[in-house]
Nanobody, 125 residues
Framework: QVQLVESGGGLVQAGGSLSLSCAAS????????MGWFRQAPGKDREFVAA????????YYADSVKGRFTISRDNARNTVSLQMNSLKPDDTAVYYC??????????????????WGQGTQVTVSS
């Protein structure tokens, strides 16, 4: 059974930084592309970033490009999201997810199978 547990959320002022982490279990972690999504109140869950199996390729939403960095540690089965220069618009629940096999560039919500419970990020102005 796949388990994803996010941590590292919290309250931060605009311009600040936070680092999120997701610990995965129950799957051969290094075989899967991993992603981060977020969902703000009243909005759809949206793609934030993804990283391929070896970490060789990363993808970002335009809204976070240059501010967020996704990384992974296959030895520890973890994927991280470093968030810098945070803005109030970044306020959301952040989820990590496992992409379906065989999708070269998974950016859509329905291209992911397993999800964590989410961690709240709140950015005050």
């Amino acid at each position: 059974q796949v388990q994803l547990v996010e941590s590292g959320g919290g309250l931060v002022q605009a311009g600040g930084s936070l680092s999120l982490s997701c610990a995965a279990s129950g799957l051969p972690f290094s075989r899967f592309t991993m992603g981060w999504f977020r969902q703000a109140p009243g909005k759809d869950r949206e793609f934030v970033a993804a990283i391929t199996r070896s970490g060789g390729s990363t993808y970002y939403a335009d809204s976070v490009k240059g501010r967020f960095t996704i990384s992974r540690d296959n030895a520890r089965n973890t994927v991280s999201l470093q968030m810098n220069s945070l803005k109030p618009d970044d306020t959301a629940v952040y989820y990590c997810a496992v992409a379906r096999l065989g999708i070269p560039r998974p950016l859509a919500r329905d291209e992911y199978d397993s999800w964590g419970q989410g961690t709240q990020v709140t950015v005050s102005s």
